[in-house]
Each structure stands twice: as C-alpha cells, then as structure tokens.
C-alpha cells in the first residue's frame, strides 16, 4: 500500500501553464497521475495539453472533484495557493515553491489547524508511491522501484540517492515524501511516521534528517515509545560549520544548536541505527529487517 496518495488521486495543479508548472504536470502525468485540473486565474475556460484550466481551486473541486493539489506558484503568491487549496477542503496540498517567507508560513500553520488539509513543503520535491504508479511533485520517477520501504526527506536530492541506491540493492519503496527543508514546514516526521506505522505493507522506514532545527531530536523520542515499524537514520551535515546556512532554508546550525552530532546522538539515544554514509543505508536497513520485524 501507500500513504496519502493512491490511484483514486485526483490532482489540480495550481500554475499550470507556468515553466515548472507545465513541465512537472506533464511528467506526473506520463507517470500515472490522474491530473484532472489545473487552476491559473485568469485563465479559466481554457485547457493544458487537454487539461481544463480553471480560475479557482474550488470550480476544479466543483467540475473535476479534485482532491489533491500540487502548487507550482511563484514564492510572494504561494501563500495564497495554498489558503485557497484548504478553503476548498482538499485532502492534500504538496507544495513545490521555495522561497515562501517564513512569516507567511506561520499564517498557513494557522490555517491548516482543523482543517482537514494535509499539507506537504513548501520548499520540497513531492510524494512518489512506485507501486500505485502516482507522484505529485518533481522526483526522477526512473529511479523509484515498487517495494515495502518507506522514505521521508528534508533533503530533496538526498531523497534521490538514498533511493536510487536502495532500488540497486533491491528495497523497493511503498512512499517516498520529500517534506521540505524550511523551518515552518506542514507534514513532520512523526505526522509521516503515524500513518507508515498503521501500513501494513511498509516494513521498514529510512529517515532522512539534515541540520538546523529539532525536528529529528523531537522525532527520536516519539520514536523510542511509539513506533511499531523499524526506522533507519541519516542526518546529513557532520561538517558543516556554524552560522552556514547548507542549501535549504532551515538547515543552519544557530546558536550552537541543531548540529548533526546532536542528532545522531539523540537517535541512537533512542535505539534507531543511523548510518554514517550513504552506503550504509541498506547496510543498516538489512540488520534491522533481520532483527524479526
């Protein structure tokens, strides 16, 4: 099985007929995506390589019965993007934009508190399920195998090797959710984690953590009293120097705080394997699976 997202997926993209927009849509589409609108305002009435465009999200939830949205909208009007998406009561908003003011996100979190709106990013490479054939975001789709392997991500290319490496070695995945690496974020680790434990199908879950922030102390110790499935870990960031900020947003060490080694140590404190390199991904993967989970 999969999590969040499943063949009755039905997706608007939200700036469709923009660079990235138009581009993505396309190889979602190829992939199995049923993407059934787009929303660009202005541009109602018209289509996209066959897809309705509409004004609003919610004549696409009226017309197409949308429930997914992924968002391709420039950073000053993704804010707006994504409240329009939960007006409009979609299941899930996977948010691709980066570069969202962080004061803008806490008006999001505002909003997305009960509402029945999930929201994935922004600042992220998506969600890929290889063996419902479905990805809403950017992710090679080559380098996916079907499997019982969940992924979760701050780091999106990091989600593409560590997968990559394990379809080499032959651990399909059930999902892969790149959740984003800004500091205002909407799904967590542990959100992910809850609904990996309750799938059936998933036997093992790689975690993939990078400096700045606590989210990975936070999550090591839910970890450690609640989690059924094995986890893997693998923080990223040992050298990287204080006050640097290392690609994304959220991912700078401040104050002394967030470092890799205080992650590492929080995770092993609760029991989790990290592993040191890449390679030892599947290493670590292997062990824990022999353990009889």
């Not at 979190?109 to 975001?137: A, M, W, Y």
């Not at 693998?234 to 401040?254: Q, T």
Request: hydrophobic residues 40%; aromatic residues 4%.
């Amino acid at each position: 099985m999969s999590i969040l997202i499943n063949q009755e997926t039905r997706v608007v993209v939200q700036g469709i007929t923009g660079a990235q927009g138009s581009f993505h849509a396309k190889l979602c589409r190829d992939y199995g995506t049923n993407i059934s609108a787009g929303v660009v305002p202005g541009k109602g009435n018209t289509d996209f390589e066959g897809i309705p465009v509409y004004n609003t999200v919610a004549e696409a939830v009226k017309e197409q019965r949308v429930n997914t949205s992924i968002i391709f909208v420039p950073a000053k009007f993704a804010a707006g993007a994504i409240v329009e998406a939960i007006e409009a009561k979609l299941e899930l908003v996977v948010c691709i934009t980066e570069g969202i003011p962080v004061h803008d996100m806490m008006k999001i979190k505002s909003c997305l508190r009960g509402s029945k709106t999930k929201l994935i990013g922004p600042n992220c490479p998506g969600i890929i399920s290889p063996k419902e054939k479905i990805k809403i975001g950017i992710m090679p789709a080559n380098i996916f195998r079907p499997g019982k392997i969940g992924i979760i991500s701050r780091s999106g290319t990091l989600t593409y090797e560590i997968a990559a490496r394990l379809s080499k070695k032959g651990f399909g995945q059930s999902t892969c959710v790149g959740i984003g690496g800004d500091p205002i974020v909407g799904m967590d680790f542990i959100d992910c984690l809850e609904l990996f434990d309750k799938d059936k199908e998933t036997k093992a879950v790689v975690m993939v953590g990078e400096i700045g922030g606590s989210a990975e102390e936070e999550t090591a110790k839910w970890i450690s009293t609640r989690l059924t499935h094995p986890v893997v870990a693998y923080i990223c960031g040992l050298s990287a120097p204080p006050e640097k900020r290392m690609g994304h947003a959220g991912a700078i060490i401040s104050d002394g705080k967030g470092t890799a080694k205080e992650k590492i140590e929080a995770l092993e404190s609760a029991g989790i394997p990290v592993a040191k390199t890449i390679d030892e991904v599947d290493k670590k993967l292997k062990q824990v699976l022999k353990r009889g989970y």
